[in-house]
């Protein structure tokens, strides 16, 4: 085990271990080596830090060095939201792919798989699953992320995801308690509320947080929401009464408590960092996400120093602080003595029967060697309409691209252009946002056969006008929705994806082409 700086006293290190810091750069600046040195116990990567697999492996190696039991964490999905496949897109469809579906064996085993390379890059914390029920059609942030709307989906997949990437020696951290899935507001943005009431709550939000618990995730991420029947006065990562007392007391959770990134609006906002650091302990919290915009040495010394004077001030129990750093060390102490190899190629055992049952099973041999191209396919939904024709030559791709959301990013491409155009060699692409899309597309086709895609068609009045352009011009007009699919199906062939990840993309590329 690291030894610790001599002069670094025991608050101040248990203040350093409750941080979780992200960083600039792809190799460790010397200052976050230091800090490690010290006490701190945990680092984030973003897609800022990512090259390649073989610099992440390098990468966590000099971390180690430093400090061998270091929780190093990803928000890594899969699907939309992206870290190790930020620069192309992710090899794996999301949750909501992966709900469109529903086989649990599959969704443990592309679990399983994104684990083991996730650990093979020494990675050991993935701030994943997503356990939120996409109830609010109009969400701006859950959407695909989510595996669906209904309860007891969510919580079997959420289960089986928590197992999968568990099994590969990466801990899991099911997200957003109490749950995030019924806000029209992106905490990104400002502070979401849900009003929904307590009986509600408990059947509907809180189902698979508790199937999450007994699949043992070991760790739980907090959501920057009010929810009034649950505390009418702090959000969930500062409430009290949300983390200690139905998280832990209720519900019997004993891993560790992760905020979401405490720089998002929704707190930094309305409380500041630094305070909301303190309450978020306070309340429960036993590591504080933060670097996702905030990435340097003096906010973890801003940090740290608030964390500290809490204490002495009678503001912050010490109790608590220490508590909340043996939690991390229990996390990171378990993540070290996995003995399971990152790089061996194995599957759970109920992962047999993954590619072997329900619409897409034909592509079945090919689950060996890439899951996530077979779960893609298996979740495509395929509808053809009255003026389907096969397209036979290279069509003009029309994406009619919202903004991203900030938890996708938007340095993540997606669609279907690049795949499509591997398949029909000569197809070309333009991307079209605003009230003249529809039209400016049509004058880019030109005589081409127009593919439109989508990205939540029906929660963009634009996009949908749009479509109404290009398809009342062109009733031949392919239409690939790549969100949550809510309206109609529409179009000469329309495939829903239930998600963008490159994937994803390569899947529909297939179907269009026939191929």
């Not at 960083?23 to 945990?42: I, N, Q």
């Not at 930094?268 to 305070?275: N, P």
């Not at 669609?415 to 060699?425: D, K, N, S, T, Y």
């Not at 086709?445 to 895609?453: E, F, Y």
Request: glycine fraction near 10%; aromatic fraction near 4%.
């Amino acid at each position: 085990m690291t030894t610790i700086a001599s002069g670094t006293d025991t608050l101040t290190r248990d203040a350093l271990a409750v941080l979780q810091p992200g960083f600039t750069g792809t190799s460790a600046p010397s200052w976050l080596l230091r800090r490690l040195g010290e006490g701190l116990a945990s680092v984030g990567l973003f897609g800022r830090n990512i090259a390649t697999p073989a610099q992440v492996a390098a990468l966590t190696a000099q971390l180690r060095a430093e400090r061998d039991d270091v929780l190093v964490a990803i928000d890594e999905e899969g699907g939309d939201v992206t870290r190790l496949e930020v620069r192309t897109g992710s090899s794996f469809p999301g949750n909501h792919a992966l709900g469109a579906v529903d086989d649990t064996a599959l969704t443990e085993a592309v679990a399983h798989e994104l684990g083991r390379r996730l650990a093979a890059c020494g990675v050991n914390l993935n701030w994943a699953p997503s356990a939120d029920i996409n109830s609010n059609v109009d969400n701006p942030v859950i959407g695909v992320r989510s595996f669906g709307a209904d309860t007891s989906l969510v919580a079997r997949h959420t289960a089986a995801y928590v197992s999968g990437l568990q099994s590969a020696g990466v801990a899991a951290c099911t997200k957003h308690f109490p749950g995030h899935g019924d806000t029209a507001v992106d905490s990104h943005h400002a502070m979401p509320r849900i009003d929904a009431e307590l009986a509600v709550l408990e059947s509907r939000e809180l189902v698979p947080f508790r199937a999450a618990i007994e699949a043992g995730t070991r760790a739980v991420m907090s959501a920057h929401i009010l929810v009034p029947a649950l505390d009418p006065v702090h959000p969930a990562t500062l409430s009290r009464r949300i983390l200690t007392g139905l998280l832990r007391e209720e519900l019997g959770y004993d891993g560790l408590i992760v905020t979401d990134g405490m720089e998002m609006q929704a707190i930094s906002a309305t409380y500041g960092i630094e305070r909301g650091s303190v309450l978020a302990i306070a309340a429960g919290a036993d590591a504080i996400c933060v670097g996702g915009g905030l990435s340097d040495e003096p906010t973890v010394l801003r940090l740290r120093d608030a964390l500290v004077a809490a204490v002495r001030s009678g503001d912050l129990p010490e109790e608590r602080l220490a508590d909340a750093a043996s939690r991390v060390r229990a996390l990171a102490a378990w993540t070290a003595s996995t003995t399971r190899s990152a790089s061996a190629p194995s599957t759970p055992s109920s992962a047999g029967s993954a590619v072997g049952s329900g619409a897409g099973a034909e592509a079945g041999s090919h689950a060996s060697t890439d899951v996530g191209l077979v779960a893609a396919r298996r979740a495509l939904t395929v509808t053809r309409g009255a003026h389907f024709a096969p397209v036979t030559e290279a069509p003009y791709v029309a994406a009619l691209t919202p903004v991203a959301n900030i938890a996708v990013g938007d340095e993540t491409p997606w669609g279907v252009a690049a795949e499509l155009r591997r398949l029909l060699p000569g197809t070309e692409t333009g991307s079209f946002t605003g009230e003249r899309a529809g039209a400016e597309a049509l004058a880019a086709a030109g005589s081409r056969r127009v593919v439109a895609v989508v990205r939540d068609a029906h929660r963009h009045t634009w996009m949908a006008e749009a479509l109404d352009i290009l398809l009342a011009a062109r009733p031949d007009t392919v239409v690939v929705e790549m969100g949550v699919p809510q309206s109609p199906p529409r179009g000469a062939l329309h495939i829903a994806t239930h998600g963008a990840a490159r994937v994803c993309g390569l899947a529909a590329a297939e179907a269009i082409a026939g191929a």
